[in-house]
C-alpha cells in the first residue's frame, strides 16, 4: 500500500534582511507571491494534504493561502525545528513527511518527485536534497564519509577544512513520520534566542543508528533561497529565463529575449511573436499567431488569434482575432473587442464592447460603451460618460459613421446607419440612418487683420 504524503512547508519567519512590512514569503517574482510558488510544485506532484507553518505577517499569508493548505501558527518564532513541531501532532507515524521553505521558488516538481522516490527506495529514516556550489560560502555544508552522511555544519560553525565542501543543504528533506516525530521531541536549544534548529534531527537520529540518505539535484540553482531583494531579484531573472526558454520550445519566437518578461500565469500559443521591451503579466492568454510589441504591456488579457499590439497598453481586456491596437494606445478594464477591430494611436477605451470590424484610429477616448460593427470613429471623438457625480453609458450602432471630433454626452443612444457630422456636441438620441449635426453657424469678419492693425 502506497505510503501517505504530507507536505509541510515553513513559512513563519519575518525575513529581517527583506526591510519589508510585507511577509517574505508575500514578496512576489514572476507574477506570484514566493509561497505560491512553492504551493504550485507540491500540488503538481498530487499530495493531498498540505500544512503551512505561519508566523510573522500570518493574517496576510494564511488569506492568501486560503483553502490551499492547512494553516499552523509558530507563535513565537524559535527556529525551524519548533516551526514542525507544531504539525508533529498532524504527521502519521507511517507516512513520508515532505518538509520545504516557503522561500525557494526555483525548486521544480521533478525534483521534488526525484527526492520523494529516492527516498522511498532506500528505507532510510530521512533524506536530505542537496546541491553542488562553485561558491558555497553562506549554506549549511554537507559533511560525509566515504559518501556516507554524517550531518550538516553550518556557515557560522564551518572550519578550514570544511569550507571546502561544495555540497550544501538545501533545506528541503524527506522523513519518515515516526523518525521525525520522535526525533524533534529530543532536540534542545542551541543559542541564547533559545532557537530549535532542525537540522539537529539529523544528529539525533544518525546517534540512534538510524540512516540519513542524500539526493544532489541536477541544477544548483534550484536550491537558491530568498533573504534579501538583491536575492529576490537573482531568482526573478533565472525564472524569467526559464519561461522564455520553455516558451520558445514551444514555438513562440521572441527578438532580444532578455528584454521580454513572461509571468509564470501566462499562456502562449505557437506562433506568437514577440518583439522587445514587452510585458506579459498576471493571467494573460495570448493566442496562435499574434504578434506582440515593441514596448508593449499586458495585464490579465485574453488576445485572440492574430491580432497585433504595438507600443500599448492593455489591462483586463479582451483583444478579438485579427484586431490592430496601436502604437500608443491604453485599453483599460473591462474592454472587449472584436474580431477585426482597429485601435489606433493615442486611443483609450475602458469599459466598453467594440464591434467586429469597427475602428477607431486615433485620438479618442471612448469609455462605459457600447460600438455596433463596422462603426467609423473619427478622430478626437470622446464619450463624456461622467457628469461629476454618476456614469453614464453611450449607445453606437452598427455602421454609423462618426465625423471627427465628436462628444457624445452620455445617456445617448445613436442609431444604425447614422451620420454624425464632424465638430458636433451629441446630447439627444439619433435615429437609424439620421445625420445629426450640431454646430455653431460660422461667421467670416471680412478684413479683420486691416481692422485690428489700426
Known amino acids: 500500500m502506497p505510503q501517505k504524503i504530507t507536505a509541510v512547508i515553513l513559512a513563519a519567519g519575518k525575513g529581517t534582511r527583506m526591510k519589508s512590512g510585507l511577509p517574505k514569503v508575500m514578496h512576489r517574482i514572476a507574477g506570484l507571491p514566493l509561497i505560491d510558488h512553492v504551493l504550485d510544485k507540491v500540488e503538481k506532484l498530487g499530495i493531498g494534504e498540505i500544512v503551512t507553518i505561519v508566523g510573522h505577517g500570518r493574517e496576510i499569508v494564511s488569506k492568501h493561502i486560503d483553502k490551499r493548505s492547512e494553516i499552523l501558527v509558530q507563535e513565537k518564532q524559535l527556529g525551524t525545528g519548533h516551526a514542525l513541531l507544531q504539525a508533529a501532532p498532524m504527521l502519521e507515524d507511517d507516512g513520508v513527511i515532505l518538509v520545504m521553505s516557503g522561500d525557494q521558488p526555483l525548486l521544480s516538481s521533478e525534483?521534488?518527485?526525484?527526492?520523494?522516490?529516492?527516498?522511498?527506495?532506500?528505507?532510510?529514516?530521512?533524506?536530505?536534497?542537496?546541491?553542488?556550489?562553485?561558491?558555497?560560502?553562506?549554506?549549511?555544508?554537507?559533511?560525509?564519509?566515504?559518501?556516507?552522511?554524517?550531518?550538516i555544519i553550518e556557515e557560522?560553525?564551518?572550519?578550514?577544512?570544511?569550507?571546502?565542501?561544495?555540497?550544501?543543504?538545501?533545506?528541503?528533506?524527506?522523513?519518515?513520520?515516526?523518525?521525525?516525530?520522535?526525533?524533534?521531541?529530543?532536540?534542545?536549544?542551541?543559542?541564547?534566542?533559545?532557537?530549535?534548529?532542525?537540522?539537529?534531527?539529523?544528529?539525533?537520529?544518525?546517534?540512534?543508528?538510524?540512516?540519513?540518505?542524500?539526493?544532489?539535484?541536477?541544477?544548483?540553482?534550484?536550491?537558491?533561497?530568498?533573504?534579501?531583494?538583491?536575492?529576490?531579484?537573482?531568482?526573478?531573472?533565472?525564472?524569467?529565463?526559464?519561461?522564455?526558454?520553455?516558451?520558445?520550445t514551444e514555438g513562440v519566437t521572441m527578438i532580444n529575449p532578455s528584454s521580454i518578461f513572461i509571468d509564470t500565469q501566462v499562456k502562449l500559443s505557437r506562433d506568437v511573436f514577440i518583439y522587445p521591451f514587452t510585458l506579459i503579466k498576471g493571467n494573460s492568454s495570448?493566442?496562435?499567431?499574434?504578434?506582440?510589441?515593441?514596448?508593449?504591456?499586458?495585464?490579465?488579457?485574453?488576445?485572440?488569434?492574430?491580432?497585433?499590439?504595438?507600443?500599448?497598453?492593455?489591462?483586463?481586456?479582451?483583444?478579438?482575432?485579427?484586431?490592430?491596437v496601436g502604437p500608443f494606445a491604453y485599453l483599460r478594464p473591462g474592454t472587449v473587442l472584436g474580431k477585426g477591430?482597429?485601435?489606433?494611436?493615442?486611443?483609450?477605451?475602458?469599459?466598453?464592447?467594440?464591434?467586429?470590424g469597427t475602428k477607431?484610429?486615433?485620438?479618442?477616448?471612448?469609455?462605459?460603451?457600447?460600438?455596433?460593427?463596422?462603426v467609423n470613429v473619427g478622430a478626437g471623438t470622446i464619450t463624456c460618460n461622467y457628469d461629476g457625480k454618476n456614469k453614464y453609458q453611450t449607445i453606437i450602432g452598427d455602421k454609423t459613421?462618426?465625423?471627427?471630433?465628436?462628444?457624445f454626452i452620455a445617456p445617448v443612444k445613436i442609431g444604425q446607419d447614422a451620420v454624425i457630422g464632424a465638430g458636433s456636441t451629441i446630447t439627444k438620441d439619433v435615429p437609424d440612418k439620421a445625420l445629426a449635426i450640431e454646430r455653431s453657424q460660422q461667421k467670416n469678419v471680412e478684413n479683420w487683420q486691416r481692422a485690428k492693425d489700426k
Open 111 to 151: 525534483t521534488l518527485r526525484s527526492l520523494i522516490a529516492y527516498h522511498q527506495q532506500s528505507g532510510a529514516s530521512a533524506t536530505v536534497l542537496t546541491a553542488v556550489m562553485d561558491n558555497p560560502f553562506g549554506y549549511g555544508r554537507v559533511v560525509k564519509e566515504k559518501g556516507i552522511f554524517l550531518g
Open 156 to 248: 557560522k560553525d564551518v572550519g578550514q577544512e570544511q569550507k571546502k565542501i561544495s555540497e550544501i543543504n538545501t533545506g528541503t528533506y524527506c522523513f519518515q513520520g515516526s523518525s521525525l516525530k520522535s526525533a524533534l521531541n529530543k532536540i534542545t536549544p542551541q543559542n541564547a534566542q533559545g532557537e530549535y534548529y532542525l537540522t539537529d534531527v539529523f544528529k539525533i537520529l544518525i546517534s540512534e543508528g538510524q540512516r540519513v540518505e542524500t539526493i544532489t539535484t541536477a541544477d544548483s540553482l534550484e536550491a537558491l533561497g530568498i533573504n534579501d531583494r538583491v536575492q529576490l531579484a537573482a531568482a526573478e531573472e533565472i525564472l524569467y529565463d526559464r519561461i522564455r526558454k520553455y516558451w520558445m
Open 286 to 324: 495570448i493566442g496562435e499567431g499574434a504578434q506582440l510589441g515593441p514596448g508593449t504591456t499586458l495585464i490579465d488579457c485574453i488576445c485572440e488569434s492574430s491580432c497585433q499590439i504595438e507600443n500599448s497598453v492593455v489591462r483586463e481586456a479582451k483583444i478579438g482575432a485579427n484586431c490592430l
Open 341 to 356: 477591430v482597429k485601435v489606433g494611436d493615442f486611443v483609450e477605451i475602458k469599459n466598453s464592447q467594440i464591434g467586429e
Open 360 to 374: 477607431v484610429p486615433h485620438l479618442s477616448y471612448i469609455g462605459d460603451s457600447i460600438v455596433g460593427k463596422e
Open 401 to 407: 459613421f462618426v465625423g471627427s471630433n465628436t462628444n
